[in-house]
């Protein structure tokens, strides 16, 4: 008999800001899905970087789809990567991500849904969840490679990066300004040549990294403000306080992950959750791995450990509640 074969889709929808298709796919798996993953990519990627992700999660039946932010990938504008549309902001990163959300949502009607964000796409989903009515139609939310408040970023990143795009320009593409926030995270692997060597621990992955084709750009001052805008807007006790208390939440993350200072913020980030409330969390810190899990000999047990998670929260089961 021959094996069925996964469909993937290619979409677009127009962007919040306007001017900008957003490009998007959909890796639907051979039978009818059980339920549906949405994810958000991080900066200086783009979504079909998650095909190892969607293969293995279509096998279980989930519908897996995500788009490219802008910048990223195919939405371009005028056909520069790394560059956002003037004017925009963190408000239109996180109204893509629902508009997104809602468009695929309207087209599979009825169907459980879990929204991935990773690394700066888990701020634009943590910023998005403050809609409460997209995240009470929501089975669950997995932020990857998350980030909690910094002093440096409230008081000198954030401050500093608005001035330079205010004087050079929210276009202009810095390459010394993006050697240097790579260097912030690489100098905590000394020895190492890559600036992206903070990724992950694999020598492999590092360079697939550096040598990707659509990943070979440098952020704009612009894009660099509304990441670091978008942490800023999700940190503290009150953007907890903002998210639907019944929303099942997974944080996962590499203990040796520069982005989440080695867990201190991703154990932050559960602390504010569980003080506002949220009734079911649950925090992995994967021992030795670095910002990127999906691409660490660790990657087959996190697909398990998704799986599983996602499965325990679909409707008719009866998951039990876990706090870290």
Known sequence: MEKQKIWKERLTFPSSIGGVPVEAVAWHPPGAPRA????????????????HLAAALTRAGFLVCGYNQLGHGGSLLDGRGGILPDGARTGHLAADCRRFLRGIRREHPGLPCFLMGHSFGSFVVRAALTDRRLASSLNGVILSGTAGESVGLRCFALPATRILAGIFGPECQSAAYDRLANFIFARHFPGETSPHCWVSS????VEAFDTDPKMGFVLSLGAYRAVLETLALVSGPRWAGQVESSLPVLLLSGACDPVGENGRGVRQVAAWLLEAGTQDLTLHLESGARHELLREPCRERILLLLRRWMGERLPGTNPNVRRT
Do not use: D, T, W
């Open 36 to 51: 549906m993953l949405v994810l958000v990519h991080g900066m200086q990627e783009h979504v079909e970087r998650y095909e």
């Open 202 to 205: 694999l020598a492999a992955e």
